[in-house]
């Protein structure tokens, strides 16, 4: 058992985002990230940051756009599919949450697939299932980049998901499935998560419940996923946590990744190894002129 058991997601990033730069610096051509809000979103703010930074590292253009709070839902898509036949827009990420009037999904579908860099399109969560997970949505990607980080061989895998969330937990675990994993999903519904995450080398949790995973949920020795984002008030004031109990889990998993600092920033990373994808993909369907 390795004496250090975090997994550095920071790490992670910066070996994904350098081979992004990688690719960009020898390119002349270099269409642009639109990132659109829709009002006043301050809780948007730290991915929109985030999002800024991982792009500049990446060498990819970032444009922001504030769309007013009261645009209808047949003006979004409207731009929308103006920025789909935009050859200097490499791809549109839709920042949420958008205002309550707006049909979010109808809008993730408005993106054309090349050019869905998060990977919420249904074409591209469906691509899933045929394991072309290339363009798949990226806290998803993140999360099983993570486990790969671990060294362990995937084939084989014995992996419980703990939730079953349409943008995370069930993309998640089919991306697990085309790695050769054996994958059980667990939920609200399933009658003892306990029983099922005790067998599993691998243990991925995104539920939003903080500190839902303890010791007793955990096999010794297994490599444990922390997705959940969860504020807490604390005695020092507010705190953010995982959906595991850290401190306590590390003591007995052989790997885990922490919160912050596991796969919030190496979701940031795989949006920009998506743009990278894109950029090739639409190169190969000649929308963008190779360079």
């Given at each position: 058992m390795k004496e250090n058991r975090l997994i550095d997601g920071v790490a992670v990033k910066k070996r994904i985002i350098?081979?992004?730069?990688a690719y960009t610096s020898v390119r002349a051509d270099r269409p642009r990230l639109v990132s659109i809000l829709g009002g006043d979103t301050p809780?948007?703010?730290?991915y929109v940051r985030n999002q800024v930074r991982g792009a500049e590292q990446a060498g990819i253009p970032f444009e922001q756009l504030n769309w007013p709070a009261d645009i209808s839902q047949a003006e979004c898509k409207q731009r929308?599919?103006?920025m789909n036949d935009d050859p200097t827009v490499l791809g549109v990420i839709l920042q949420r949450p958008l205002p309550a009037h707006i049909n979010v999904r109808s809008l993730q579908s408005a993106i054309h697939p090349l050019k869905d860099v998060e990977g919420m399109n249904p074409a591209s969560i469906g691509n899933i299932v045929y394991s072309d997970v290339a363009l798949a949505p990226c806290t998803a990607a993140a999360s099983v980049e993570l486990v790969k980080e671990t060294g362990l061989k995937l084939e084989g895998l014995e992996v419980v998901m703990i939730g079953h969330s349409e943008?995370?937990?069930k993309?998640?675990?089919?991306?697990l499935m085309a790695e050769g994993c054996t994958v059980t999903v667990c939920h609200h519904m399933?009658?003892?998560?306990a029983m099922h995450s005790r067998r599993a080398d691998v243990v991925v949790v995104a539920v939003g419940k903080a500190h839902m995973v303890g010791t007793d949920m955990v096999k010794p020795g297994a490599a444990v996923n922390d997705i959940g984002i969860n504020q807490i008030e604390t005695d020092e004031g507010p705190k953010i946590v995982g959906d595991v109990d850290t401190?306590?889990?590390?003591?007995?998993?052989s790997w885990i990744s922490p919160v912050p600092g596991g796969v919030?920033?190496?979701?940031?990373?795989?949006?920009m190894r998506n743009a990278m994808v894109a950029h090739q993909r639409q190169s190969a369907a000649g929308w963008i002129p190779a360079s």
């Open positions: 350098g081979g992004v730069r809780e948007a703010d730290v929308i599919l103006e943008i995370v937990g993309p998640a675990a089919m991306m399933t009658r003892s998560v401190d306590a889990v590390k003591e007995v998993a919030g920033p190496v979701t940031v990373a795989i949006l």
